[in-house]
């Protein structure tokens, strides 16, 4: 008796041969079929020489540029809906109040957004023992209420900075109107 090794390799050779006479000898080439075009090709028109135009003189330099409407006068949805860097700011508030209190950012309101002209590198909130800096810097200051208390945040185009009422120093309206103003 044959052992059952020898046994599979016979029947795999016996197999292996079968397959390769059972193929044909000269396997032809399927024909070729052309593929159909997707997009049908266009002519396309040769740019033609157009003259510049002439930019008119009288158009005022940007310095003579005046706004139609100030910040100052928009506040809440108003701004809201027309600075889009507003928007964002209070976006991030909520998230950060949402976050504090682990509730969703929808039942976060906004009560109050005002632009202002802070007048120190602490955004007018001082934490004690802090280094400030005397420097004007255009920003919001942000009302946000989620139950029954209201969260003060003091914003520039960098930071959103929550405040206490405790620290917080707001700017004389003078300051902020010469800001807006310019």
Do not use: K
Not at 28 to 53: G, H, K, R, S
Not at 78 to 103: F, K, M, P, W, Y
Not at 140 to 151: H, N, P, S
């Amino acid at each position: 008796m044959m052992p059952r090794a020898v046994l599979l390799i016979a029947l795999i050779i016996l197999l292996t041969v079968g397959v390769a006479a059972c193929a044909p000898a000269d396997p032809t080439p399927l024909p070729a079929v052309p593929t159909a075009a997707l997009i049908p090709a266009t002519d396309t028109a040769t740019p033609t020489d157009t003259p510049p135009t002439q930019t008119p003189a009288d158009l005022p330099a940007p310095g003579d540029v005046v706004p139609t409407h100030t910040a100052t006068a928009e506040v809440g949805d108003a701004l809201l809906s027309e600075d889009v860097i507003a928007a964002e700011l209070v976006g991030i508030a909520q998230r950060q109040v949402a976050a504090e209190l682990g509730i969703s950012e929808r039942r976060v309101q906004v009560v109050e957004v005002v632009p202002v002209v802070w007048t120190d590198s602490s955004l007018n909130c001082p934490l004690p023992d802090q280094q400030i800096t005397a420097m004007e810097i255009d920003g919001y200051r942000i009302v946000l209420e989620a139950g029954t208390r209201e969260y003060v945040f003091h914003a520039d185009f960098d930071r959103v900075l929550p405040c206490d009422l405790a620290n917080e120093v707001m700017p004389t309206a003078e300051v902020t109107a010469e800001a807006t103003e310019q």
